[in-house]
């Protein structure tokens, strides 16, 4: 160990190496961040600016398209220069802030899915009383749970990384500083590591996983009482469209996080994590906020 240099800087290798792909790459994932950017800034425009969508769905919502712009923006912009240069590199702290501020977002956003399907449940199950359990006072305490939770686990898992020593290696395959790419690369026992991020992927993961579930299944249960087909049909349609969006960022993290570090494989697992950090943002505003007839109704 004292014959070996620390790292100061990481190679990443991306999620392709192949000479030709880059700027096709470049292309499609500058598509994407400028769709997901543009989507959730017109959804936080359209929440501050009408009076109409002051109410807690679209209160949480407003924090959804926050944490979905600090999502995207912590990891495309330096996946996209790195795309148009030869030395794919990044330094140690630039690292570790990434791995900051992209933990942050992950926690955030989990939280939310489940409180936003608290409050759909609260809307269809509890109508007449909305108002009284989705007040103010618990809008504001559920958006502060948010915060503390989120802070509190990338407060963690970025200091478990930050104890580790990095002295060998210094390629990450893949496109961002995530925690089961850089546990590959410690010199030191990554034992905690793991331990602490099974625990999250449980309880935070799969614990919001579930309690999303039980809210929608109850939800399912009262469109089942609709009477009218037409009624039914545009319930399920938007159930089912969040379902979707839901299940497939829920899993996909499940399923990177539950893991040793010793059974990734970084070729496969890069691209399962574009599910989770680049698609979901993007087709956040679409699901949840842009078919929305109350946001169809706005004129700008």
């Not at 999620?15 to 096709?24: G, K, T, W």
């Not at 499940?254 to 697992?269: C, E, G, K, V």
């Not at 399962?272 to 698609?279: G, K, N, R």
Request: net charge positive; hydrophobic share 50%.
């Amino acid at each position: 160990m004292k014959n070996q240099s620390i790292v100061t800087t990481f190679i990443m290798l991306g999620l392709s190496s192949n000479p030709q792909l880059q700027v096709p790459l470049f292309i499609l994932f500058l598509s994407i961040y400028i769709i997901a950017l543009l989507g959730n800034l017109v959804i936080i425009a359209a929440i501050l600016s009408s009076s109409k969508l002051h109410r807690p769905m679209y209160f949480f919502l407003f924090h959804l398209a926050v944490v979905d712009i600090i999502c995207i923006s912590t990891i495309i912009p330096k996946m996209l220069g790195n795309l148009m240069v030869v030395s794919k590199s990044i330094s140690y702290p630039g690292c570790m802030a990434q791995l900051y501020f992209f933990t942050w977002s992950l926690g955030a956003e989990m939280v939310l899915f489940t409180i936003m399907a608290y409050d759909r449940y609260v809307a269809i199950c509890h109508p007449l009383r909305y108002s009284i359990m989705m007040n103010k006072t618990m809008c504001v305490g559920l958006s502060s749970l948010v915060i503390v939770i989120a802070v509190v686990n990338s407060w963690v898992h970025t200091g478990l990384v930050l104890r580790l020593s990095f002295c060998g290696p210094n390629v990450i395959n893949h496109f961002f500083c995530e925690i089961p790419s850089l546990l590959a690369l410690s010199c030191t026992s990554v034992h905690l590591n793991e331990v602490m991020v099974f625990t999250a992927d449980i309880f935070l993961a799969m614990g919001d996983f579930l309690l999303t579930c039980v809210s929608y299944c109850f939800i399912v249960r009262a469109i089942l009482r609709i009477k009218t087909a037409e009624g039914k049909r545009k319930a399920f349609s938007t159930c089912s469209s969040h379902l979707i969006v839901v299940s497939l960022y829920y899993s996909t993290v499940i399923y990177t996080y539950i893991r040793p570090a010793s059974s990734y494989s970084f070729d496969r697992d890069k691209i399962i994590a574009t599910l989770y950090t680049l698609v979901t943002p993007t087709l956040n505003p679409i699901v949840y906020t842009l078919r929305n007839k109350d946001v169809k109704m706005l004129k700008f």
